[in-house]
């Protein structure tokens, strides 16, 4: 079966960084676009970035300070996060999707790995 597993999350200070993996198996990794998502406490699940072949995807809210890459040949996906604020406090998703889905939406995603907790203390 499909199995996504995110490792690297923890607490840190703001401005610093974090690197995020997210693990597979189970899929042919390569013919999959592959997502970042964060659920922070009483809030939306809300998509962080993406990559479809070698084009990526950001948020706006992240976009300058995170950055998702994929190594195929281990089969796994990576978000670093550097100048982190308290408000990337969440838990985070990896998530992979089909090509040609909206990567934008949670519902173009088939498969989702448990998630890894962030926390940034200012």
């Known amino acids: 079966q499909v199995q996504l597993v995110e490792s690297g999350g923890g607490v840190v200070q703001a401005g610093g960084s974090l690197r995020l993996s997210c693990a597979s198996s189970g899929l042919t990794f390569g013919s999959y676009a592959m997502g970042w998502f964060r659920q922070a406490p009483g809030k939306e699940r809300e998509f962080v970035a993406a990559i479809r072949y070698s084009t990526t995807y950001y948020a706006d809210s992240v976009k300058g300070r995170f950055t998702i890459f994929r190594d195929n040949a281990k089969n796994t996906l990576y978000l670093q996060m550097n100048s982190l604020e308290a408000e990337d406090t969440a838990v985070y998703y990896c998530?992979?999707?089909?090509?040609?889905?909206?990567?934008?939406?949670?519902?173009?995603?088939?498969?989702w790995g448990q998630g890894t907790q962030v926390t940034v203390s200012s």
């Open positions: 998530a992979a999707a089909p090509r040609g889905s909206n990567l934008y939406a949670s519902t173009g995603y088939d498969y």
